[in-house]
């Protein structure tokens, strides 16, 4: 039997970075007069590419990566180290390469920002490989990332665990046909739900999460 693997979202799965992230992008947009909301950014900035959520509120922008590098440096300025990861995530790491699973990183983080975080919660070297949605063809909400962290540890999705936070991230997991399952870190079981989870967890010490892996065991395929 294929071994399994458990695909990591990051921001907002494997750590908390969300007020982090919204206090750049409120210094950012305000030159343009767009004031970011805490509703605001979850609903139009949480999960997505910068250059997507540039497309669609500065079309006229004349150099949407430029912008997107500094705002993603200035997060990389304010981001401390040593920070916390999200409760239970090194436990299941750890628990996941103990029983020979692979573990992957899938972001719409850049490189740069990725690194950083896993540097800063001890788990840079943790994971078999790290896909980049930039660096894909099309990131999330596309399943490509997912697809092709899949390829890159030569594992089937039905083998597969993917762990999410975000509506777009959401949808990706669940259209790659990796079991998804959502981090409650910024939105609802019923939201999550909405956008393709198929269980949802308040984190990795939550229970639930014994169901997830018992479909990789084949102790429940329910």
């Known amino acids: 039997m294929t071994k399994p693997a458990l695909l990591f979202d990051l921001d907002g799965t494997m750590l908390m970075t969300d007020d982090l992230h919204r206090e750049v992008f ?7 007069g767009i004031e970011i909301t805490e509703e605001f950014y979850m609903k139009h900035v949480h999960g997505r590419l910068n250059v997507d959520f540039f497309a669609e509120f500065l079309p006229d922008l004349e150099d949407p990566q430029g912008l997107s590098d500094h705002k993603e440096a200035l997060f990389r300025e304010r981001l ?3 920070y916390p990861a999200m409760p239970g995530a090194e436990q299941l790491v750890a628990r996941a390469k103990d029983a020979g699973w692979a573990v992957a990183i899938v972001t719409n983080a ?14 840079r070297d943790a994971f078999d490989t790290m896909i980049i949605g930039e660096e894909c063809v099309r990131g999330k909400p596309d399943p490509e990332p997912y697809l092709a962290a899949l390829r890159a540890l030569n594992v089937p999705a039905h083998r597969a665990i993917a762990f999410e936070d975000s509506p777009s991230g959401m949808r990706a997991a669940a259209a790659s046909g990796a079991f998804a399952v959502g981090l409650r870190s910024g939105l609802t079981d ?3 739900r909405q956008h393709g989870a198929q269980l949802t967890l308040a984190d990795f ?3 639930a999460l014994e169901h997830a892996l018992d479909r990789l065991t084949g102790e429940d395929v329910s």
Do not use: F, H, K, Q
Request: hydrophobic share 45%.
């Open 26 to 32: 409120v210094d950012l947009m305000a030159p343009y």
């Open 80 to 82: 401390p180290t040593p």
């Open 110 to 123: 850049n490189r740069n920002n990725a690194e950083a975080m896993l540097r800063a919660i001890g788990l």
């Open 190 to 192: 019923a939201d999550l």
């Open 205 to 207: 010490n939550d229970p």
